[in-house]
């Protein structure tokens, strides 16, 4: 008998994550020993904190510098996040979040983002 299918509706961003797991690429990124170990001194909120000033900087503006190469791969929990959520460069935000390029991120879509950051570093950490 077939398992019955998770509530994914019961979680916050449940149908991206869905989408994301299918993706060979996005569903390899964990956090590493480094990472988890940063996230746990510094804590969730220093952490988002970190995160919502690298939004701001590296992917709000219209044409970020270096963009689609702005996020590095390791080094910062939120970086890993942005990888493994498509929240890294413009071009994954148009794809799976249809925020467009070309213009600047409004304050809501740079809430967005952060939340699904968030989300994500908490299901890493087992925060429910």
């Given at each position: 008998?077939?398992?019955?299918?998770?509530?994914?509706?019961?979680?916050?961003?449940?149908?991206?994550?869905?989408?994301?797991?299918?993706?060979?690429?996005?569903?390899?990124?964990?956090?590493?020993?480094?990472?988890?170990?940063?996230?746990?001194?510094?804590?969730?909120?220093?952490?988002?904190?970190?995160?919502?000033?690298?939004?701001?900087?590296?992917?709000?503006?219209?044409?970020?510098?270096?963009?689609?190469?702005?996020?590095?791969?390791?080094?910062?929990?939120?970086?890993?996040?942005?990888?493994?959520?498509?929240?890294?460069c413009r071009g994954?935000?148009?794809?799976?979040?249809?925020?467009?390029?070309?213009?600047?991120?409004?304050?809501?879509?740079?809430?967005?983002?952060?939340?699904?950051?968030?989300?994500?570093?908490?299901?890493?950490?087992?925060?429910?």
């Amino acid at each position: 008998m077939p398992h019955p299918a998770p509530d994914t509706a019961a979680t916050p961003h449940a149908a991206l994550f869905a989408r994301l797991g299918r993706s060979r690429f996005r569903s390899r990124f964990r956090l590493g020993a480094r990472e988890r170990a940063e996230l746990d001194r510094r804590g969730r909120e220093k952490i988002l904190a970190h995160g919502s000033d690298f939004i701001a900087d590296r992917l709000a503006p219209a044409a970020p510098r270096n963009d689609g190469r702005q996020t590095p791969m390791r080094g910062h929990p939120v970086f890993i996040a942005q990888h493994a959520t498509a929240t890294c460069c413009r071009g994954c935000l148009a794809k799976w979040h249809g925020i467009p390029a070309g213009r600047a991120l409004s304050a809501a879509e740079q809430a967005h983002v952060l939340s699904v950051i968030a989300s994500w570093l908490d299901r890493e950490a087992g925060i429910p």
